[in-house]
C-alpha cells in the first residue's frame, strides 16, 4: 500500500507560481504511474500531469508549458511547479500513485494513462486560489 501527502497548496495572485509536493510512503517500489489531478467546485475531476517510470511527462492542454510535473526518487517525493496560473486554475489538487501502466508493441515502451481508475493511491488534496 503506497500513502500520499501533499504540501504547498494557497492562495495566489493570477500570474504567480505555486509547488506543490507530493510525499510517498510504504510500498513505492510499486509505483509505476504518478499523476496530479484537480477538481473544482461543482466541476468534475481533471487530469493534469502524468508521470511515468522512466519520468516522461505528459500534460493536459489547458496546463501546457504553464506547469511542470517531476519527481525526486531519493526523498519519493513528486513535485508540479505551477506559473502562469490563472484564476480557471482554482480547485483542489490531488496527487495519485499507481502500479497500473501499459506496454506498447509498437515502440516497445511502458507508458501510463490519464485514467483515475487506474491509480489506486490518493492524496488528501491541497487547495489552490488563484485571484484575479
Known amino acids: 500500500e503506497v500513502e500520499l501527502v501533499e504540501f504547498g497548496g494557497g492562495p495566489v495572485q493570477s500570474g504567480g507560481s505555486l509547488r506543490l509536493s507530493c510525499a510517498a510512503s510504504?510500498?513505492?517500489?510499486?509505483?509505476?504511474?504518478m499523476g496530479w489531478f484537480r477538481q473544482a467546485p461543482g466541476k468534475e475531476r481533471e487530469w493534469v500531469a502524468l508521470?511515468?517510470?522512466?519520468?516522461?511527462?505528459n500534460y493536459a492542454i489547458s496546463v501546457k508549458g504553464r506547469f511542470a510535473t517531476s519527481r525526486d526518487n531519493a526523498k519519493n517525493t513528486l513535485y508540479l511547479q505551477m506559473n502562469s496560473l490563472k484564476p480557471e486554475d482554482t480547485a483542489m489538487y490531488y496527487c495519485?500513485?499507481?502500479?497500473?501502466?501499459?506496454?506498447?508493441?509498437?515502440?516497445?515502451?511502458?507508458?501510463?494513462?490519464?485514467?483515475?481508475?487506474?491509480?489506486?493511491?490518493w492524496g488528501q488534496g491541497t487547495q489552490v486560489t488563484v485571484s484575479s
Open positions: 508521470l511515468d517510470r522512466s519520468s516522461n511527462t
Open positions: 495519485a500513485a499507481g502500479s497500473k501502466e501499459y506496454y506498447s508493441d509498437d515502440s516497445g515502451i511502458y507508458y501510463c494513462v490519464a485514467n483515475p481508475s487506474d491509480f489506486s493511491s
Open positions: 510504504g510500498d513505492t517500489a510499486s509505483i509505476r504511474c
